[in-house]
């Protein structure tokens, strides 16, 4: 088995490194939280001090963190990953960033004769947790060959998108679609909320029918239950909002309803509440009496 540093031990973090120590992989970690650090060093997992470490002692690096400046610093910056790489190795970013970070990471890594594969996911907490990920894959076929008996681990549908970029840019568009699912929920249970209809009798029959969803059982849930602990934070969904927005510029693409998420997301982090569910976007009715 190849020596496989894991980079980024966060709610998503975490569990997918575990899934790869219980399946045998010996594992290199490195995260500024030194608490998840000892967690996975329990279960068998060496500890690096710096990224750079972390890569000097694998063969494959994985990187899971919030956004494109965190992968930039910790893969290209002081101590970085690219400071203790070798010819031959492979880093797979697993974070969800812009497509053009993801292009100029992977430049930078080939000079170096170094492969890269960005393989954002999708399914949340628990996704991460059940091994159950969605797993979309850009870069080289070769590349990803390499990494799929690794992906089997953590995810259920593994899927290679194309070049470099196209994971992110696939990631961009399920974004899209979460963050719109999210606010015709939203929308739907406050409507039969407003007109003295009980939303879980509505959840329950809409499920039924073309209105069916994922998004409507689990976030329609959430509402009626008023669960906005974090499956998927308010910031991060509103920084992949964004990433869609920047994506859709630089392709001169109109993305409307993006755009009206995008700015009912940066409302929640005005009001600070940017660590709640992003199905809180819900919170916003309650100005309005719902």
Same mark, same amino acid.
């Given at each position: 088995?190849?020596?496989?540093?894991?980079?980024?031990?966060?709610?998503?973090?975490?569990?997918?490194?575990?899934?790869?120590?219980?399946?045998?992989?010996?594992?290199?970690?490195?995260?500024?939280?030194?608490?998840?650090?000892?967690?996975?060093?329990?279960?068998?997992?060496?500890?690096?001090?710096?990224?750079?470490?972390?890569?000097?002692?694998?063969?494959?690096?994985?990187?899971?963190?919030?956004?494109?400046?965190?992968?930039?610093?910790?893969?290209?910056?002081?101590?970085?990953?690219?400071?203790?790489?070798?010819?031959?190795?492979?880093?797979?970013?697993?974070?969800?960033?812009?497509?053009?970070?993801?292009?100029?990471?992977?430049?930078?890594?080939?000079?170096?004769?170094?492969?890269?594969?960005?393989?954002?996911?999708?399914?949340?907490?628990?996704?991460?947790?059940?091994?159950?990920?969605?797993?979309?894959?850009?870069?080289? *076929?070769?590349?990803?060959?390499?990494?799929?008996?690794?992906?089997?681990?953590?995810?259920?549908?593994?899927?290679?998108?194309?070049?470099?970029?196209? *994971?992110?840019?696939?990631?961009?568009?399920?974004?899209?679609?979460?963050?719109?699912?999210?606010?015709?929920?939203?929308?739907?249970?406050?409507?039969?909320?407003?007109?003295?209809?009980?939303?879980?009798?509505?959840?329950?029959?809409?499920?039924? *029918?073309?209105?069916?969803?994922?998004?409507?059982?689990?976030?329609?849930?959430?509402?009626?239950?008023?669960?906005?602990?974090?499956?998927?934070?308010?910031?991060?969904?509103?920084?992949?909002?964004?990433?869609?927005?920047?994506?859709?510029?630089?392709?001169?693409?109109?993305?409307?309803?993006?755009?009206?998420?995008?700015?009912?997301?940066?409302?929640?982090?005005?009001?600070?509440?940017?660590?709640?569910?992003?199905?809180?976007?819900?919170?916003?009715?309650?100005?309005? *009496?719902?």
């Amino acid at each position: 088995m190849e020596r496989v540093g894991f980079i980024g031990l966060g709610i998503m973090g975490k569990p997918m490194a575990g899934h790869l120590i219980r399946a045998g992989y010996p594992l290199v970690v490195h995260d500024l939280n030194r608490q998840a650090v000892a967690e996975l060093a329990g279960l068998g997992a060496q500890a690096a001090s710096s990224p750079r470490e972390a890569a000097e002692k694998s063969d494959l690096v994985i990187t899971m963190l919030p956004d494109s400046p965190d992968v930039e610093q910790v893969v290209l910056g002081r101590d970085g990953v690219i400071e203790g790489v070798r010819s031959g190795m492979l880093l797979v970013d697993m974070s969800t960033i812009a497509p053009a970070t993801t292009r100029r990471i992977y430049e930078r890594l080939q000079a170096k004769g170094v492969e890269a594969l960005d393989a954002p996911v999708s399914g949340g907490e628990i996704g991460a947790q059940e091994a159950i990920l969605s797993i979309m894959v850009g870069g080289t *076929g070769a590349a990803f060959e390499r990494a799929l008996p690794l992906f089997k681990l953590m995810g259920k549908s593994v899927v290679h998108m194309g070049g470099p970029g196209a *994971g992110q840019l696939t990631k961009a568009c399920n974004q899209i679609m979460v963050g719109v699912n999210i606010q015709g929920v939203v929308e739907a249970m406050a409507l039969a909320r407003k007109s003295g209809v009980d939303p879980a009798k509505v959840r329950q029959v809409l499920l039924g *029918g073309f209105a069916g969803s994922r998004i409507l059982d689990l976030i329609g849930q959430r509402l009626i239950d008023r669960n906005f602990q974090p499956g998927f934070k308010v910031k991060l969904q509103s920084k992949d909002m964004n990433i869609a927005l920047q994506t859709g510029r630089e392709l001169a693409l109109p993305l409307l309803a993006t755009a009206q998420v995008a700015e009912l997301l940066k409302a929640l982090l005005a009001r600070g509440q940017g660590e709640l569910d992003h199905s809180a976007l819900a919170l916003l009715f309650e100005e309005a *009496g719902v």
